[in-house]
């Protein structure tokens, strides 16, 4: 038996209380006793007008159950993961919209077979009760070059025909005007498919093998094979193989594609892309069709219908016009529908410029002093540090966080390696302090950055060109200390940057502040043994605060850190003496 690896009570459950779980969470959906089949909770508004069905194998959440609502789908039955709906579920889903006065229904139904059978035999059972019912095929997998007599796939494309049709019904349109409008509109309609990995129907094995690092175009929505594996290329490049193969002439099921038409883009996340792949996808499509001369009306990107826990995603084209847009931008109750915007893509302002004011120091009027020379060495020294100790930082952090401790802190060096190299160094130590605080502000980002930028600027306006002894450096250290632990959050203690080095720092140069700053060896010596302490601490703070303690046993990193960027300065000053 294979490990569980997915968050259900049991395979044979799984469905039914996936679908249970859609209806309590929503008030406007009800379901239908001893069905699988989700209903919209007011079907009463259904009297006088076309109702719409679709539905199919679960497994493809938020699709079909999550697009029924005014405005889209009138209900949709479930079938077991990847398998079609059983006909009497289906029948009895006609029966209830019928029932609740509905002038006609309309099934939308994927190209596989078994949904095509089993709602086929559910329509002609409903027609012998008296129902009208008519049947839209939606097949706009783009694929194969020659399709086998089964046809093109039904995928992503038929959640904008719930979209579509389900605005026709609300406005009052006949089941044959419905039908009419969107056979045409699926005429322009194409969707390709990508996939990093396979998924696996509960209970069984992977549906395909995929070896690390490689990519499968193509697929189908439960598995089934596609046209080409390769390896896995940067992202601009696979939408851009993507779109040439729905767009090539050459193929059967391409979809004709030329500068000056305008689509709707759909971005579809197969199950476990993450929402920062998707938008960097999202980025790519708008590009490369705008590249193409082709004008992006409108572009939905999330999870529409999805292929269980596949990493991948699939486009979604479909040709627009100002009638398709006006039916797609109709407002819908139905939960899984987004909130999208009527502005059109392709034309819109999308960068705001920032104020015309900057904060940002005046550095070229600074002038050099009598300890530029010695700062800058402070400086030169730190950064090669730094760079040094990249993978140890690293190594430390992964045992507490996200492990780039190391990469945050050699990027701030190389900032200020680049600042040093057109820049003089400023006699004021403040102004040199103001400096960095920005540079590791906008550069280093995270919440290093943040600490350290918060400790320089507050550090800053305690020392100046003529007053720049132990005291104040020491009233510039308790400063920066004081914001680090006022916005951090932290106290001695607490297994942070703030217990490890700079309580320990401050006390020890306060004791010193008679003294000239150069002979404060001892204060990096306690500051180090400090950092070495943390080891036998509980985090009180920062991100290793989330973690068991019996899990960390290294000393913090970014104590590390700061303990070599205090070695770094004593030697520097020690040589100076």
Not at 298 to 309: I, K, N
Request: proline share 5%.
């Amino acid at each position: 038996m294979q490990p569980q690896k997915k968050l259900i009570n049991s395979v044979d459950s799984c469905v039914d209380e996936a679908v249970c779980g859609l209806v309590r969470a929503n008030g406007g959906l009800s379901l239908l006793k001893g069905h699988r089949v989700v209903l919209r909770s007011d079907l009463e508004n259904l009297r006088g007008k076309v109702a719409l069905l679709s539905g199919g194998g679960s497994g493809h959440e938020p699709a079909h159950g999550g697009y029924v609502g005014a405005g889209m789908l009138s209900a949709a039955v479930a079938g077991g993961v990847f398998a079609s709906p059983p006909p009497a579920s289906i029948l009895a889903a006609i029966l209830s919209l019928y029932n609740a006065g509905a002038s006609g229904v309309l099934l939308i139904v994927k190209n596989y077979t078994g949904d095509r059978l089993n709602f086929g035999l559910a329509a002609e059972q409903a027609r012998n009760h008296g129902v009208a019912v008519d049947m839209v095929i939606v097949a706009e997998d783009c694929a194969f070059d020659r399709p086998s007599k089964a046809g093109r796939r039904g995928l992503c494309g038929t959640v904008l025909i719930h979209k579509l049709a389900g605005a026709l019904a609300q406005e009052g349109c006949s089941l044959d005007q419905i039908v009419s409008k969107v056979t045409e509109v699926l005429k322009g309609i194409g969707t390709l498919g990508v996939s990093l990995s396979p998924c696996s129907v509960p209970g069984c094995l992977p549906s395909f093998v995929l070896p690390p690092g490689d990519m499968e175009l193509g697929l189908g929505i439960h598995g089934e094979p596609g046209i080409k594996r390769s390896k896995v290329g940067f992202a601009d490049e696979v939408v851009k193989t993507m779109l040439d193969h729905m767009t090539n002439p050459d193929s059967q099921s391409h979809l004709p594609l030329k500068s000056g038409d305008r689509v709707v883009v759909c971005v579809n996340n197969l199950g476990a892309l993450s929402c920062l792949e998707m938008a960097i996808v999202a980025r790519a499509a708008v590009i490369c069709l705008e590249n193409r001369g082709v004008e992006v009306a409108r572009v939905m990107s999330g999870s529409f219908m999805t292929s269980l826990e596949m990493t991948g995603v699939s486009l979604t084209l479909m040709k627009a016009n100002q009638e398709t847009l006006r039916l797609f931008d109709a407002k819908t109750s139905a939960p899984a529908w987004p909130n999208l915007s009527s502005v059109c893509v392709t034309g819109r302002s999308y960068i705001t410029d920032p104020p015309a004011t900057s904060t940002r120091p005046q550095e070229d009027t600074y002038t050099e002093g009598p300890l530029s020379p010695v700062m800058r060495q402070v400086l030169q020294m730190i950064c090669s540090t730094l760079l040094d100790k990249q993978e140890e930082l690293n190594s430390l952090d992964r045992a507490a966080g996200d492990g780039d401790c190391g990469n945050t802190h050699a990027q701030a060096a190389k900032v200020i390696q680049e600042w040093l190299q057109d820049h003089v160094i400023p006699g004021c130590p403040g102004q040199l302090l103001s400096v960095l605080a920005r540079l590791v502000q906008e550069k280093m980002g995270g919440s290093s950055g943040a600490l350290y930028s918060l400790f320089l600027t507050a550090a800053a306006g305690h020392v100046t060109e003529t007053q720049s002894n132990a005291a104040a450096w020491a009233s510039a250290v308790h400063a920066g200390t004081q914001a680090m632990r006022r916005y951090g959050g932290a106290d001695p203690g607490d297994r942070t940057m703030v217990r490890d080095l700079l309580c320990h720092f401050h006390s020890t140069f306060h004791a010193l502040q008679n003294s000239e700053y150069t002979k404060s060896f001892s204060s990096f010596l306690k500051a180090t043994l400090g950092a070495e302490e943390t080891r036998n601490l509980t985090a009180k703070a920062g991100r290793a605060s989330y973690i068991a303690a019996e899990r960390i046993t290294l000393p913090d990193p970014g104590a590390v850190a700061v303990a070599a960027i205090l070695r770094a300065v004593v030697e520097v000053l020690e040589a100076q003496k």
